[in-house]
């Protein structure tokens, strides 16, 4: 069993930065593929990043590359998602997930645990 506590957000205007954390516990958390995924009011729930179980892989949405980071510390058990040049698009609430498995993966169905979730609003 996982569980994920995710927190960071906020309101910040565009062109500003946060950064989002989740915690996770459990005894194989470091050892799960994961992912931060966000929900626009009236919008599906979209994958935004993903990150294999040592952070040796990532993969983004194209419409975050080249401004957000995913990035893992297994030590504390704790995935990042480091958001800059945030954009009014970007605004949405923002979930971790983690995987049964170690891989990285954008397939919303292949995860089996998922955070509350945290709000971010991007003001123009």
């Known amino acids: 069993q996982v569980q994920l506590v995710e927190s960071g957000g906020g309101l910040v205007q565009a062109g500003g930065s946060l950064r989002l954390s989740c915690a996770a516990s459990g005894r194989t958390a470091s050892m799960r593929g994961m992912g931060w995924f966000r929900q626009a009011p009236g919008k599906e729930r979209e994958a935004v990043a993903a990150?294999?179980?040592?952070?040796?892989?990532?993969r983004y949405a194209d419409s975050v590359k080249g401004r957000f980071t995913i990035s893992r510390d297994n030590v504390k058990n704790t995935l990042y998602l480091q958001m800059n040049s945030l954009k009014p698009e970007d605004t949405g609430v923002y979930y971790c997930a983690a995987l049964s498995g170690t891989a990285s993966s954008f397939d919303l169905n292949s995860y089996g645990y998922w955070g509350q979730g945290t709000q971010v609003t991007v003001s123009a």
């Open positions: 990150i294999n179980w040592n952070g040796s892989t990532t």
